[in-house]
């Protein structure tokens, strides 16, 4: 096989019109896979005998039919090694899969693999992980983002279809940003996290990456959701999007020292749709320069208790595992919430959530969604920011707030800088939103003649 | 500047049980005094008669049914029967 299907649509077609069949599929995804993966290091875990025996399974009467998939190794998979991208799992084999791996099995899904990230989710490069750094496919010196850095990269390198993510503060978007894939990031709630390896729980999502935003609701419709095993579940009444739809530029979000190209290319975004009659509205929220402490707080406050789990009695290595980056946000969320600190802190972060939220509730009043870069850069250099976590945490500035408002955001790529490294922007929408977000999505991949690219090993 | 001293980093370590070496504790108490100067920004943000968020759906107390699955129950004598792994002979 050379040409490989880019999106669902083409790969069941593809199948119907017996050009080539689930196995073969699995075939070429793997040659890939064995060929490039050793540059660029997208995946811990392959798993060869999982992908056949659900290659054989698969049949033309489910709605995920012959689809590929690649699972961020935070999410629990039966009987394949699930490490968290971390040495304190680097032998665990869980015993049972989690709701979304389920689902997608269920709905016709081959898994491939397990893609590397930033151990347990901690990072916006993909550097943090304990079996080394994924790179960047259309510049290997560069960062593929993170932390779901493998589940972006399987995607842009097509050695997967469709991947799944979590986001957690952008850790699906800003990934899919810097390699030129869509990221969705769905409402807090909206898909189960039952066997996901939690990050930081009031803020943690399911996600998915994939080439084209109607894959991305086509994933997000199968996992949603509840499963009676995630009390955090919404089935929340969707809204039906409007026909003359508004879309805010939140001001706050084009700050100076954020790299030119990257606005630019937001602005031309924005003139697509203007052309195409939508109402452009400048808006403003006002407490975004905040996001990024309020987040540093409560997102290492959450992490310090759930790896507290980890004492290697029960499961998996000691706490002598825990690599760096782990180990100052465990301290910095033990700080931050005892005794003498938790009001000042944690309590005062909280308090700023319920300001920022309150910021979101004014604006999509007035407008449909939000459009906004993604990342302040395009991709950086490997090895530029690991040292200055504070530098590193900033990455994530204009991604923190949908998760600390729990709002969906959609990530779509939208051509090259001049260095020819990935730019794109991001949508947001109020809660339960998603519907508004699949149709602009669609609607700008129509209006600016979007095709998917892979990107050349 | 934030006032982070070692003492504070090795505390913090110990409370979450972890083990560092002095040069770690130096270069993390580096580290940390930075971020925690930048967090420290939120003291600007009034925040009078704010209530917290920790849960953005307006989800409280979620329960289910407290009804008895069968298949999750003990099975003998109040204990869970499970396959033999042990040979007769060993």
């Known amino acids: ?457 | 500047m934030h006032k982070l001293f070692v003492k504070d980093v090795e505390h913090v370590a110990w409370l979450a049980k972890l083990t560092l070496t002095p040069a770690e504790v130096r270069k993390f108490q580096k580290q940390l005094v930075k971020v925690l100067d930048y967090i420290g920004q939120l003291d600007k943000v009034n925040t009078a008669n704010i209530k917290p968020t920790s849960q953005t759906t307006g989800l409280e107390n979620v329960f289910r049914e407290d009804r008895i699955n069968p298949q999750e129950m003990l099975t003998f004598n109040d204990y869970f029967t499970v396959k033999q792994i042990i040979k007769k002979n060993e």
């Open chain 1, 1 to 457: 096989m050379n040409d490989l299907p880019l999106t669902i649509a083409e790969t069941q077609e593809g199948l119907k019109k017996k050009k080539f069949s689930a196995v073969e599929l699995v075939d070429a995804y793997l040659a890939r896979i064995k060929k490039f993966d050793k540059e660029i290091n997208a995946f811990i875990t392959v798993s060869e005998e999982t992908a056949y025996n659900q290659a054989k399974k698969t049949n033309h009467q489910l709605p995920l039919y012959g689809v590929t998939v690649a699972h961020k190794d935070l999410f629990l998979t039966k009987g394949v090694r699930t490490t968290a991208g971390s040495k304190v799992l680097q032998n665990y084999i869980p015993p049972y899969s989690a709701t979304v791996v389920d689902r997608l099995e269920k709905a016709g899904c081959m898994m491939i693999g397990k893609t590397n990230c930033d151990a347990w989710g901690h990072g916006a490069s993909g550097e943090n992980s304990d079996f080394g750094s994924t790179k960047n496919p259309w510049n290997k010196k560069f960062s593929s983002g993170g932390s779901s850095s493998g589940s972006a990269v399987s995607i842009a390198s097509n050695m997967s279809l469709v991947a799944t993510g979590t986001d957690t503060g952008g850790s699906c978007r800003q990934p899919a940003n810097f390699c030129s894939v869509v990221g969705f990031k769905p409402t807090y709630g909206a898909i189960p996290r039952y066997g996901v390896i939690a990050t930081a729980s009031s803020l943690d999502c399911v996600g998915n990456i994939t080439h084209c935003v109607e894959d991305s609701e086509r994933l997000f419709n199968i996992a949603k959701g509840g499963d009676n095993h995630d009390s955090n579940v919404k089935d929340g009444e969707y809204k039906s999007h409007v026909s003359r739809l508004k879309i805010g530029v939140p001001q706050e979000y084009f700050v100076r020292g954020m790299d030119r190209e990257v606005e630019k290319k937001v602005f031309e975004a924005i003139n697509v749709f203007e052309k195409a009659g939508l109402e452009i509205v400048k808006v403003s929220l006002p407490h975004t320069k905040y996001a990024i402490s309020a987040y540093y707080i409560i997102n290492p406050a959450e992490i310090s208790s759930n790896l507290g789990r980890y004492d290697g009695i029960r499961y998996g290595g000691d706490r002598k595992n825990f690599r760096d980056e782990a180990k100052r946000r465990i301290m910095l969320g033990t700080y931050v919430l005892s005794a003498g600190y938790y009001e000042a802190y944690y309590l005062k972060a909280m308090k700023v959530r319920s300001v920022l939220i309150q910021d979101f509730d004014e604006v999509f009043k007035k407008v449909d969604a939000l459009i906004s870069p993604v990342s302040p850069t395009p991709p950086f250099k490997i090895g530029q920011k690991i040292n200055d976590p504070l530098a590193m945490y900033l990455m994530d500035i204009f991604t923190v707030s949908a998760n600390l408002a729990g709002i969906p955001a959609l990530v779509l790529p939208f051509g090259f800088n001049k260095n020819g490294l990935p730019l794109g922007f991001q949508l947001m929408g109020p809660r339960f939103g998603e519907n508004t977000l699949f149709y602009l999505g669609k609607l700008f991949e129509r209006l600016s003649d979007y095709k998917p690219q892979i990107a050349k090993l």
